[in-house]
Every structure is written in C-alpha cells, then in structure tokens.
C-alpha cells in the first residue's frame, strides 16, 4: 500500500520563487495535514483540512496556501519562497475514529 | 486547545539499559495521546496509543506508555534499549470529540551506544 505519497522529495528554490508540494493518501481518509519541522521545534501545522470542501489554518500559516482538490489530495503552494521556509515538509492524512495520523516521507525544502 | 512538553532533547544511553523518555500534556478537554518514532531521513511512524480503557499501552518492539492523568504524563519507557532504537520520538496529543488537530512536542533524541 502507497499510503501517504509526497513529491518532490528534494527541493532547492530561489528566493522569490513559487512552487507546490503535493501530497496523495489512497486510504480514504477525511482530514489531510502539512506540518513543518525544524531543529529543536519538533513538528508545526501550516495548514489543514477536516474534510473535503474545508481548509483552515494551523499554528504557521504564513507565506503558504493550500488547496483540497479532492478527498485523495491536498497540496501546499508558496507562492514567493523566503529563506525562513527553508525546512522539511510532511504531509499526513487521518481517519474520522481516533485522529492517529499517517504521515508521508517528507519533502526536503531549500531556500537560497 | 492542547500543548505537549518534551523537556529532553537528547537521551544517551548504553544497549541493553533502560530508558524513559518524558512526556506532558496540558488540554483543557479529555485526551488522545501518541508517541510516534522518526529514523533518520525518514517520515513520522505511529509507536503507540492511548485511546481509552488501560492507561498502560505497549508498542511491539518493547515500548510500553502509561497514561496518568491527575500528572498529565504519557512517558514512553523500555527496559533494553537496542542500538536500532537510534531514533527521534515525538509525543502527541489531540482532544477525542469531534475533529481534533494532533499537536506535537519538540521530540527527544534516543541516542544508543555499544
């Protein structure tokens, strides 16, 4: 089973630049997430979606934009790429019973 | 809302000795609680859970968790440690009606050593 599947893995932006993350679960699951990590701050929410048709914004919202095209997918856009944005990205997904999220492989993210 | 506190960065500790990594919890609401597992370059991996009923719960590779809630902890504790234990934890907690956001402590480094 793919589970949670996240593209790019590896990403290297110029400041200023824009570029999307996808992320894709094949468990039917309601509610997606993205999370940032970085050293010493252990896992942050940008954003997330309870169901399909709904978006809110976690505890780092600032400088993305998400999108729940469709129950399977959820991608996060930065539309101009700062240094601060630097860091590793994961996607997850979690069913309605217990909130036990699956998270994907993560995407390793660059700004210069 | 729910916040998590993992006060150890970093644990060192030799194989085959025990290990207790710390977790507290703050909710104003009754709790879910989880540790996950991250190996290097790797995605989160759930470890264990409490949903409900015994507040100890265990992990198939020796892990074991007791929930106690007048302390509001969820220390994550194993008797040996194995080098392939080399890892980084992350505690969580979400509330348990409804939709409810898992929020995630800073994670603590289990490191292993011969």
């Known amino acids: 089973n793919a589970g949670v599947t996240q593209t790019p893995k590896f990403q290297v932006l110029k400041t200023g630049q824009s570029m999307t993350l996808q992320c894709a679960q094949d468990m039917n699951h309601n509610s997606m997430y993205w999370y940032r990590q970085d050293p010493g701050m252990g896992l942050r929410l940008i954003y997330y979606s309870a169901s399909e048709g709904t978006t809110d914004k976690g505890e780092v919202p600032n400088g993305y934009n998400v999108s729940r095209l469709n129950k399977r997918e959820f991608s996060l856009r930065l539309e101009s790429a700062a240094p601060s944005q630097t860091s590793v990205y994961f996607c997850?997904?979690?069913?309605?019973?217990?909130?036990?999220?699956?998270f994907g492989q993560g995407t390793r993210l660059t700004v210069v | 809302a729910q916040s998590v506190t993992q006060l150890d960065s970093q644990v060192p500790v030799f194989e085959e000795a025990p290990v207790e990594l710390r977790c507290n919890y703050s909710s104003s609401v009754s709790v879910y609680l989880f540790w996950y597992v991250q190996y290097p370059n790797q995605g989160l991996q759930l470890l264990l859970k409490y949903l409900s009923g015994s507040t100890l719960v265990e992990s198939i590779n020796g892990f074991e968790a007791e929930f106690n809630k007048s302390q509001t902890s969820f220390h994550l504790r194993k008797p040996s440690v194995h080098i392939s234990d080399t890892a980084e934890y992350f505690c969580?907690?979400?509330?348990?009606?409804?939709?409810?956001?898992?929020?995630f402590g800073t994670g603590t480094r289990l490191l292993v050593s011969p």
């Open positions: 969580a907690v979400s509330g348990n009606t409804g939709f409810q956001k898992l929020v």
């Open positions: 997850a997904s979690s069913g309605q019973s217990d909130t036990e999220a699956f």
